[in-house]
Every structure is written in C-alpha cells, then in structure tokens.
C-alpha cells in the first residue's frame, strides 16, 4: 500500500474510535481497526480509551495477532479484529463497541431487530451468549463462527461487533446499530413491555430500507456527522497517555 494511502487509513481508523467514543458506544474500552487492503494485516490503536487514538500511535497486527509495527501494548480483545480478517477476505473494516442499549437488549434475551430505516442496515443480527472477554484465538474464532456471513453481532453482557467493508461504515453501521438498540428499548418501554406489541419491520421493509441506506452518499453523510462531533468532545491534542487502560 502506498504510503500516502497508508497514512489516510490510520487518519481513517484514529477518527473512527474518537467517533465511537463520541456516539457513547464506548468509554476507557473498545477498539476500531481497519485491514491494510490486500493484506492479511490490519491497523488498530494501542490498549487505550478509543477517545485518545492518534493515528502516529497506531499498531499494525497480523491476523495470527502478532505486532508486526508500532509501539505500545495491544489491546487484550484485538483477537476479534485478527481472526475476523482471517475468517472473512470481504471483511476491510471492524468496530467492537460496548453499546449499552446493546447491552440491555442482550440482557433481556433478545437482539436487535428493525424499527427505523438506520435499524435495518445491520441485518440479521445474532448473539454470542457467552459472557466474558475474548482475549485468545480460540474465543476470537468463536465469536467469528457466530456472526458468519453477518455485519453485527451482539456480545451477551459486553457489546457488540461490527464487520465491514471499510473502517468508515464499520464504525457507521455500529451507531446505527445502538441507536436501533435504544429505539427499541424505548418501544419496549412504551408498551409496557408487551414485546407482542412492538412493530418491527418485515423482510421486504429491512430488504429495501437497507438497499436505500447503505449506499455510498448516506454513509458518507453519517460519517460527516459523526466525525464532527469528535472536534467538538475530543480533548485538545488528545493528550492522557496516562490514562490508558486495558481494552
């Protein structure tokens, strides 16, 4: 990959975890990552709050979760990133988020589903029961196995995942996704909790609101939006090294 075109995706990648922060899909932990295209490797920051990622401080991994440049600590969980690039070639760009309303829904034995046309861009949306981090291969595997062919995954008690074909709509979709999550929960809410009575939108519905959303000038207007928030919640010079912590 050229070096200029190399610099403008750690740019990319450092602006997508300011941004997850930003939307609330994340505080001290959580991590966005991008693969170097036609690669088996992949740019991710080191093990702090995403809000302080500096595209200079970033690490490039291997998919067999080795650092092969940069400096620092990865982060414990960046198994997620390297066995998804390695079970899905398709597969440019990944966000592991700590949504709450994710979170919550999880909690409550269900998952996201679509109520609003943002909701219906991550499709089918499985969930990974067990509960705990995925710091090895072999958790990182798992979680791969269960997302398949999928975008998002829901992390029972932990977040969620999304998978991408670039870094921009990977962290894109994973705002819609919690906000399809609160919607939901707020329509929960509303009802009483009589999940009978909540309206979710059928195959063809998802089918064409999906079609309609994920194409390129709404996805390049929703990262407009988000990545201005980050100048206006983002600390001046991003400084707080010290303030790093296990993600």
């Known amino acids: 990959m050229a070096s200029e075109s190399l610099r403008s995706l750690r740019e990319e ?7 997850a922060h930003a939307a609330g899909l994340v505080t001290a932990f959580g991590h966005v990552s991008a693969r170097i295209p036609g690669t088996e490797t992949f740019v991710i920051p080191t093990r702090a709050s995403p809000m302080l990622a500096d595209a200079a401080r970033l690490l490039v991994m291997s998919c067999e979760g080795e650092v092969l440049d940069g400096e620092g600590q990865p982060n414990s969980e960046s198994w997620i990133h390297a066995r998804l690039y390695a079970a899905r070639p398709d597969v440019g760009g990944v ?24 909701g219906a861009v991550a499709g089918d949306v499985p969930v990974f029961e ?7 291969r072999a958790l990182g595997d798992a979680a791969a196995r269960v997302l398949g062919c999928g975008r998002a995954l829901l992390l029972r008690g ?3 995942n999304v998978a991408e074909s670039d870094v921009r709509r990977a962290v894109v979709v994973a705002c ?6 609160r919607l939901q929960l707020d329509a929960l809410a509303a009802a009483g909790g009589d999940a009978r009575r909540l309206r979710y939108f059928d195959t063809e519905e998802a089918a064409r609101a999906r ?3 994920e194409s ?14 980050t100048s206006v919640l983002s600390p001046p010079g991003r400084e707080g090294d010290q303030h790093r912590k296990e993600g």
């Open 13 to 19: 990648v450092a602006t997508a975890n300011r941004i």
């Open 216 to 229: 390129t000038e709404p996805i390049t207007r929703a990262w407009a939006y988000y990545a201005a928030l």
């Open 158 to 160: 932990h977040g969620a």
């Open 176 to 181: 819609f996704l919690e906000e399809a999550a």
């Open 211 to 213: 079609e309609e959303i």
């Open 95 to 118: 966000a592991h988020v700590h949504s709450p309303a994710c979170v919550a829904l999880g909690q409550l034995g269900l998952t996201v589903r679509p109520m609003h046309n943002s």
């Open 130 to 136: 067990r509960v705990g981090l995925i710091r090895t």
